[in-house]
């Protein structure tokens, strides 16, 4: 074999050679030529490309993704695999992919006569009318290039349909579960929520992986769209290992009178990427949007969320803490883009990061662009260490220092997670969050 | 118990004590008055040996040991309690959790096993009782949102848990209804020992009708300007502090 052909190819050139062999069902190859065609079109996102320009995805080019999706065997037992994902005491119910594969054994059967699940592959005509009409409409290939890339994959991808005037209490859970593999793969995860006008649905998307170093890509692209009236939970959960590579998406259309409530843990990892868009379309709309990232040790996280208010009277309320420890980096981008005709919008952008160490980064960046007059909008940004008040109380009550650095950063983020509305989300997690800071059991009994 | 001889400490480089002296036994309650920014506040945070207050000379002796040698941290599990004027909100932190961390370092340092979380559920329950603050306290971020009596009745609720051997009480009656007040009160009494003194900092002679103490010293300028029993706090109440400035120059 010669030098070049033993070479791996860059990432872009791999994604789509990958895109063209796709199989998938032909009703869908119409949205993957489309994606195929918008990703050549892109050009490859590099430092000097605005809104990547801290996150270096040159990482993607050192591995061979020879395959979209694995086929080693997975090493976990099935109990094994749902300790990772399920969520005690939550009414809820799974699909469940392993390395891009969907999971007979470990997804639930469901039969809620509110919501209609359905994997893309298995759609009746009916939703694949639903799916046809909406998917890649709310976000679009030519402002994404991941996005793109996406549909020019598309192979497979789940749909929940929260029915008219009906409300679900059972959560739906996608959950995406990566181990590791002998060969690098790439998991192709498209989500597509319906809410139909009135409804009310709860959503979490997990994705998670076992402890052993991680092989594969995650391209995640999540679009909801929320009709007049209707209500949305939803849960973005990614907490896969370290060396996860993983680019997501979310993008919502919220129409008039609807709410979305949505809350982001991310930790970090190799490159991780996730893009929030929210397009206020209808009048009165809310948005409540959270989100908590903690990266350690030499992660890297990037969120960047966009507002779109396009119409008058509508509200957003957002909120995300980051905590950055050892020498790990932190992006967060805020945008809020008031159009001319959004008059009345209220508008509220809250960032603050605490640094734990002298060596941790963060890039933080409010960006708003105000078109209309009469609207109030608040932004801010901070980068705190811990606060001395506090902790001179904790030190004179016998609390270590170390111990109570730990509480304290804990605290942080866990102000956020006692606003959620489900509370057993907030328990699953908690010992989760908790964990990241523990060198020491001894640092962490204390918390919860 | 405590043995505060010509203590000098400043803070941001302005001094603040000057020369102060203090003679604490076992048993002991001691009322401290004095004029706004005499540096009352300030001895307390220098005892407890928080960051920023600089000792720049004299000796501090507690339980036979030098005070300023240990960290602050170290001084609270030695016994050293103080119930702060303006106690700190910790969003975030719960008060079950915050209350149970500091329990667990003052037992390890004292050689006890730590509480399960059962008994300690269960004694911080009674201690709340005895402070007529609701359980869900507990539960609340340390100091969240709690109006100004419940700080300072959680303030006490900590020394109940803490078991310590000086306690000193900066302002805990001020912003206190009259009934809160009297739990406050209670609450100390219930606490007074033969082996535990305490150190109250007031402006109120109307405390000291309930918490008796054994000696009122004025603080004023940095030092303590005048010493007395109980009733000195009758006479301060009638006179204010006018009278002693003249006496003592
Ligand atoms: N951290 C600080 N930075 C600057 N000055 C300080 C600080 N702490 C105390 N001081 C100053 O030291 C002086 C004494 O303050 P201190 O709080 O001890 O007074 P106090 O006797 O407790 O008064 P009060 O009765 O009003 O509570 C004041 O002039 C105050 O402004
Ligand atoms: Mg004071």
Known sequence: MTEASTQTLDYASQALSLAQSVEGPEWLSGLRKDGQQSFEGHAWPTRKTEHWKYTNLSALNKQNYAQLVANDSVALTDSEAQQLYLIADLDAVQLVFVNGHFSETLSSEIDLDSVEVVRFSQADEDQRSVISDNLGQITLNEEHIFSALNAGQLDDGVLIRFLKNKKTETAIQVVHLTTAQSQSFSVNARLLVVSEAGSQGVVVESFVSDDASQTAIVNSITECRIDDNSKLFHYRLQLEQEDAIHIGGMHVQLNAGSQLESFHVGLGGKVKRVDVVVNHEGSGAHCDLKGVYLPKNSQHIDYHTCIEHKVPHCTTSEVFRGIIANQAKAVFNGRIHIHPDAQKTLAELNNRNLLLSNKAEINTKPELEIYADDVRCAHGATIAQLDDNAMNYMLSRGIGRQEAEVMMSFGFINELLNGLAHHPIQEKLRPILADLFGKDDSLTRHLL | ?249
């Open chain 2, 1 to 249: 118990m405590l043995s505060i001889k010509n203590l000098q400490a400043k803070v941001e480089e302005k001094d603040i004590i000057k020369g102060l002296n203090l003679n604490i036994k076992p048993g002991e309650v001691h009322a401290i008055m004095g004029p706004n920014g005499a540096g009352k506040s300030t001895l307390g945070n220098v005892l407890s040996g928080r960051e920023g207050y600089e000792v720049t000379g004299g000796s501090v002796e507690f339980l036979g040991k030098d005070l300023l040698d240990f960290e602050p941290e170290e001084r609270a599990r030695e016994g050293l309690f103080l119930a702060f004027q303006y106690p700190v909100e910790i969003p975030g932190v719960s008060n079950l959790e915050f209350l149970k961390a500091s329990v667990d370092a003052v037992r390890e340092h004292r050689g006890q096993d730590p509480l399960d979380s059962v008994s300690f559920l269960k004694l911080a329950r009674e201690k709340c009782k005895a402070v007529n603050l609701d359980q869900n306290f507990l539960k609340r971020g340390v100091n969240e949102g709690f109006s100004g009596g419940e700080k300072k009745r959680n303030e006490i609720m900590q020394m109940m848990l803490l078991e310590p051997s000086l306690c000193i009480l900066d302002e805990t009656d001020s912003g206190l209804d009259i009934d809160a007040l009297q739990v406050v009160a209670d609450g100390v009494n219930s606490q007074r020992s033969v082996d535990r003194s305490f150190i109250v900092v007031t402006h109120y002679q109307r405390l000291l009708d309930y918490i008796v103490p054994d000696y009122v010293h004025v603080l004023a300028n940095g030092r303590i300007v005048k010493s007395g029993g109980k009733e000195l706090a009758l006479e301060l109440e009638e006179k204010g502090y006018s009278w002693i400035d003249e006496e003592v120059v």
